[in-house]
């Protein structure tokens, strides 16, 4: 996610802006800037990589002002360069813009503008806007804003300021957050409190299409029609610690709470609503190419790998194409039969790890097509693949993974509709279906995230297991393998995942008096055969959490607890299924004192072999 920050008022702006983004850091970032008026023109200073590269040029040349905005970048339209980070200028540099957000119709606005003869300098979406509001200028910097944000489709949080008004610094909000500080004699913007906490606790949050124009002396907000809006000033009791998490005790919780956001954005621009169409433009996989593709490989690590198995069921199911997915660490070692006719998807958030890059590599080595699905946009992993679907989930810092995971889901569920379509495997009923299913899923992932109390009593009841088993049949198999990991990778208590049929050929044997089972039973086709093993493991003592959807009550006779998830398709189920056993996790983990963010033993990106 993209950090903002602005500053109007007596004080020397170039250290507040620093400091600001500094403190935004967290968020993660490719590249930075700033843009300050130094009482003739606006300066720009912008690179790619760390804020430490901007300070280091600021020091050689150093920018004096008392108003600018800062930014740090995480790249959404055009990769990681300085020419694409923030702010951007207009033609001749006297407006400057930063934003966060994305402007969906940016490719439409940028032909009309270049008609219009302006020039872009950038491959970013932002750099429209300044040249939008350029255009719309008559002498007054709001009036312009308004009408740029008339043309402009998409979601934004912007902070502006103009040499030709210098003593106003101007910011709006759409789909993005954005807050305004309130201090003495000088005011504030911030994409999050964190940037600006040291300096003021007075925040107006800003609503969607509000416009807040501040000087030196007053902060005014408005409406789209410039009519002045009333707001109470919201007084910030967070230490900074905690405003970095958005007022969470820990980035896993907030990832997690941040699932249906992720869900929306991951699908937006993609599943359209008014139309049948699945747009993945990043996808250029023609219905010629599908004719040749005999196979596909889903190749990745850890929980990638696990929406990867997700993914072969419902691709498979959908398309109607053989898959296999794999772990990349075997996955490059085993001599895969590949060729022309062959897909392989590999599923990265990071987009750097070794492994997965390995395979990506061995794969095209082969002739095999290669499609990434990746969170980082100018990753590796992305720069590589022949094709690309960005998960949307925003940077995501807590090692165990959650909002990465679900939008993976989400990805795996648009290339399989997709593909399903272009070979004609599918009805349009279902295929309506499917994609009326999915696109309630960020609701439906909200409504059991409302319902995470009953799961935070359920997980401190079984804080000291030593033993947890997670069983399911088919997609609850998968399901189960990425919430036995959770488990262990965050609360180090062990569990393992297996497929409910497998019980009886062995590990039956394991189940003792209270042995925690969290049995899956979402899928309708296969309910009766979950309530079998339910009773199964429950005849060996163990104690029985199931999962189920809303309605299939039979369950409650069985098990000891249940958590009911929202009814929907049993193909779309796992981005429901899973919430409760990241939420299982968490508090069993904070439960146990562990390190929840950075767990034992573990990084982020797993860079090496
Ligand atoms: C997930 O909770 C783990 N942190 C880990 O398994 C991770 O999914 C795996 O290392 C793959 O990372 P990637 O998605 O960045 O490639």
Redesign the pocket.
Known sequence: MCGIVGYIGNQDVTPILIDGLKRLEYRGYDSSGIAVYDGTDIEVEKYKGRLSVLEDRIKERPIKGSIGIGHTRWATHGEPSDINSHPHSSQNGDIAVVHNGIIENFQLLKEWLMEQGYHFRSDTDTEVVAHLIDHFYQGDLVDALIKAMEKMEGSFALGIISSKEPDKLVAVRKDSPLIVGVGNGENFIASDIPAILNHTRAIYLLDDMEIAVLDRKEVKILDHNKNRIHKEIFRVDWDVASAEKGGYPHFMLKEIFEQPAAIRQTLKSRLMEKSEEIILDQIRITPEDLKNINKINIV?????YHAGVVGKYIIEELARIPVEADIASEFRYRDPILDQNSLVIV????GE?AD?LAALREAKKRGARVVAITNVVGSTVSREADDLFYTWAGPEIA???TK?YTTQLIAMYLIGLKLARIKGEISGERYRQMKEAVGRLSDQVQQVLNNADVIEELALDNKNAEDVFFIGRSLDYAVAMEGS?KLK?ISYIHSEAYAAGELKHGTIALIEEGTPVIALATQNRLYDKLLSNIKEVKARGAYVIALAKEGNREVEKTADRVIYIPDTMDEVTPVLSVIPLQLFAYHIAVARGCDVDKPRN?AK??TVE
Do not use: H, K, P, R
């Open positions: 990745a690590c850890g929980t990638a599923i990265s958030q990071s790890t997965t090692v165990a993974s990465a990991l990778e573990l990106s797993v």
